[in-house]
């Protein structure tokens, strides 16, 4: 008994974990192997490994919120989202509805910081709408650095 009961207790634990993921949509999930599948090959092992939200994030919203931060950065010459572990974990996927988190966009040698939005169409895999915020601080938003987050 004492081995099956540790078997049901890893079956939950990975029926837990599953749960955790938020359930994308054939088309949104679709969008993802797509554009995962351009990837190299070690590109492509890191962003397996992603949850749920920073795939939406990298191979969904990016491309549409880049341009709708670009139109309104006139100078910028870069936008990410979710950089590094911290905006991984800024993330919050709402159902296969909508995505908010934390980016930076570049100009010259700064980056600032903004929070997004990105309202999504499950049934299309593509994106609704994207808006985003800057900090109302100019002076304490930008930080130097020309290296890539």
Do not use: Y
């Amino acid at each position: 008994m004492r081995g099956w009961f540790r078997v049901v207790l890893l079956l939950s634990g990975a029926a837990l974990a599953a749960a955790a993921e938020t359930p994308l949509s054939p088309a949104q999930r679709a969008v993802i192997a797509e554009r995962m599948a351009r990837l190299s090959p070690t590109r492509k092992q890191a962003a397996a490994e992603w949850p749920d939200a920073k795939k939406v994030a990298e191979f969904i919203c990016a491309k549409p919120g880049s341009g709708v931060v670009m139109e309104e950065v006139k100078a910028a010459d870069r936008v990410v989202l979710a950089p590094g572990r911290a905006g991984i974990q800024s993330l919050t996927l709402d159902g296969n509805t909508k995505l908010t988190g934390n980016g930076i966009v570049r100009v010259g040698p700064f980056w600032t910081p903004f929070t997004f939005e990105c309202v999504l169409n499950p049934d299309k895999g593509t994106v609704r709408t994207f808006t985003f915020h800057r900090p109302s601080t100019p002076n304490g938003a930008a930080t130097p650095g020309g290296e890539t987050p």
